[in-house]
């Protein structure tokens, strides 16, 4: 099984206690119906017969966590990511951030 070149020790343990798959349970907007609501992906294996092989991520269970604070986080408070739910899972986060109430430039 492939590793990171950097913070294996870190990865290893996030990985082993997710079972080498990803842990998105819908935060990505897919409910992952056919696969009792967790994302399916393991590490190192195909999306499809012609896809990409999966490399999951040690990553923060908010995805909107910033890198700095990320980085410092022990491996009981990251998740197992497949790329695709992580970047989905980080854009419906934003989308979700209320916007202040501020006038516009062209409000009266």
């Known amino acids: 099984m492939s590793e990171p070149l950097a913070a294996v ?3 290893r343990p996030v990985m082993e206690a ?4 990803c842990q998105c349970s819908g935060q990505c907007g897919n409910e992952h119906a056919k696969t009792d609501g ?9 999306t ?6 999966v490399r999951l991520m040690a ?10 604070k990320a ?3 022990p491996p009981g408070e990251l998740r197992a990511w497949c790329p695709e739910c992580h970047t989905a899972a980080a ?3 934003r989308v979700a951030i209320p916007v202040d109430d501020a006038p ?3 409000d009266l």
């Open 91 to 93: 854009r419906r986060a």
């Open 104 to 106: 516009g430039l062209f």
């Open 18 to 21: 997710a079972g080498h798959r």
């Open 71 to 73: 980085v410092t986080l």
């Open 59 to 68: 990553a923060p269970a908010d995805p909107l966590t910033p890198p700095v």
């Open 48 to 53: 499809s017969k012609h896809g990409h092989r």
């Open 9 to 11: 020790g870190t990865w």
């Open 38 to 46: 967790r994302c399916p992906r393991e590490h190192d294996g195909y």
